[in-house]
Each structure stands twice: as C-alpha cells, then as structure tokens.
C-alpha cells in the first residue's frame, strides 16, 4: 500500500508541429519527484553560488581599492623620506656654513686665540651647485628603490635629524659666547685708546731719546708730537672720564683722560681746552684745540699714553681712525 504512489505514471506529451507524431513519455511519479527536487537543488545552489560570486566580487573591488591606496600611501610617505634625507643633506651644508660664518666672525674679532687658518675639511654636503649655470637638470636609470634601502633611507635620515639638532644647538650655545665675547671685546675697544688724537697723521717727535729742542742736549722724550696746526680740533682717543684738566709752564693747557686698565692719555700745549675734570668723553669727541702754550716750539700736540702711571710708546696703540677721516 506504501509504495502504491510510486508504481503511478506520468504521461508528458510533446506536440512539436500538427504535422508530425505527438511524442509521449511515460515516467513514474517518484521519478518525477526525483527530478523535481534535483531541479530544485541546482537552482538554490546556482543561485547561492551566484550570490557568493558577487560578494566575493565585491570584497575583492573593495580589497583591490584599499590596496591602491596603500600602495600609494606608501609610495608617498617614501618619497616623502627622499625628501627629508635630501633637506637633512641641505641642513648638513647650512650648519657647516654657519660655523664657518662664526670662525670667521671670531676671526675677524680676534675672538678666537686659536685664529690660525687652516684649510677647511669639505664635508658631507659641502658642494654647492653654480648660480651662473642656472636651474641643473638630474636625469638616470630607472632603478627603483627597494623597500629595505627607503627603510635604510630612513633610519638614516632620522640619525641625521638628531645630530643636527645636537649640533644647532651646540651652535646656539657657541653663538651665544661669540656674542658676550664681541661686546665684551667691543668694550674693551672702545676704552682703549686706539684712535689718533689728530686729523694730521704728521709726527714731529717720536716716542724715545732724542736731541732737546730748547737745550740741544740728549734727553728723553715721553710722548709723540703730532704736527697739527694751530687751533685744529683734538679728539679723545677712547672712552673715558676726565681728570685732569689745567695749565702750566711746561705742559701748557692740558688734559688727562682715565680709560681703563691702568690707561690714561695725555694732551698738552693745547691752545684751548674745551672739557671740564669729570667730563665722561667718548671716542673721537673732541676735547681742545692744537695750540703751543708751555715749554713749546710752535703749535703741535705732545701726546703721552701712561700705564699704571709710567709713560709708554703711544705708537702702537694708534691703530684706528675716527670714522669720518
Ligand atoms: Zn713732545
């Protein structure tokens, strides 16, 4: 009774044309059943596949698109490396440059007791393109750079940065004791008495034993006469307080001028004064006129330079000029 279904037939007919036999096909139900669920089961299974295939297809556009850009975010952030080791190359070149500016500067301040000029070492980026040649073009073989030698680039680079920075601020401490030493040598410059007491250049009498002008015997002579006409201005020749200012037989109208380590100058057989004792003067003020009053042959300046009291060759102290000669 069980299997009573499966012993039933189907009849499927096929009328192709009027013309021609119909075609019948007799298959029992089970068979039928049979074809239907095999039927059934390749279309769910084509149409899951089919799902699949569109979502991998999806995953795979959205994988693809996450790794172009990867890619190219890579790419970036190396040549963004090339870019850094080549600045950090510039920076080598600027930071040799300044120190080179800085040896200078103490060269050209006599900052530096060991000024002695040696040839300077070229360093890593010392090689500067030329200007006249303009913009240069760079051109080479395609040879791509593995990721290794950019990974290599940057470790590189990174120690770069940090050396520079140990040395800018190395720089900075060096700059900083350049510039006390500048003001402090500036200073000192400006107490000592360097400049010429005279706009005349033409000297009479030179610092030592010479005949004497009134008594023709030996003698010694304290200063050096500068052949300046009669009323001509005579300037400090530094920084410094006056005091001293008088008259005598001997010196004339003079004055004495405090500078400083023990330094003061001396101007005598002036024919005015025009400073008062206590007067603060600075370099190059002029302080009396060229005149010939005390023990003098004609208009002149006697002009001593004293250390710790005792009188010394002015000569090599006048060393600079005043600005407008
Ligand atoms: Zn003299």
Redesign the pocket.
């Known amino acids: 009774m069980k299997l009573k279904w499966t012993t039933k037939k189907l009849t499927l007919v096929i009328i192709p044309d009027a013309a021609q036999p119909v075609v019948r096909f007799r298959i029992s139900h089970l068979l039928a059943y049979i074809a239907a669920a095999c039927f059934s089961m390749l279309l769910l299974i084509l149409i899951i596949a089919c799902a699949l295939q569109s979502k991998l297809n999806g995953v795979h556009q959205q994988w693809k698109a996450t790794l172009t850009n990867k890619n190219l975010t890579i790419e970036h952030l190396q040549n963004e490396i090339i870019q850094l080791s080549q600045q950090a190359e510039q920076m080598k070149a600027d930071v040799e440059e300044i120190k080179k500016i800085e040896k200078d500067l103490k060269s050209i301040s006599l900052l530096n007791s060991d000024s002695s000029s040696g040839k300077d070492i070229p360093t890593i980026g010392s090689i500067e393109s030329d200007p006249a040649l303009g913009s240069p073009g760079i051109g080479g073989g395609p040879i791509p750079a593995s990721q290794e030698e950019i990974m290599k680039l940057g470790g590189q680079t990174l120690a770069s940065f940090s050396e520079l920075n140990t040395e800018i601020k190395e720089l900075q401490t060096s700059f900083r004791a350049t510039k006390q030493k500048a003001a402090m040598k500036q200073q000192q410059l400006r107490v000592t008495p360097t400049l010429w007491p005279t706009t005349t250049k033409v000297v009479t009498?030179t610092f030592g034993y010479r005949k004497d002008p009134f008594t023709y015997r030996p003698s010694f002579?304290s200063?050096i006469?500068f052949g300046a006409k009669e009323n001509d201005p005579v300037f400090a020749t530094a920084d410094g307080k006056v005091v001293r200012t008088g008259t005598d037989r001997f010196h004339g109208n003079n004055i004495v001028i405090e500078h400083s380590k023990g330094l003061r100058t001396w101007y005598m057989h002036l024919n005015k004064i025009l400073v008062q004792t206590g007067d603060l003067v600075e370099k190059g003020n002029t302080i009396g006129l060229v005149g010939s009053t005390g023990r003098s042959t004609g208009a002149h300046l006697?002009y001593e330079v004293l250390k710790n009291g005792e009188s010394t060759n002015p000569k090599p102290y006048l060393n600079a000029t005043r600005k407008d000669d």
Request: aromatic fraction near 0%; glycine fraction near 20%.
């Open positions: 009498s002579h200063g006469d006697h």
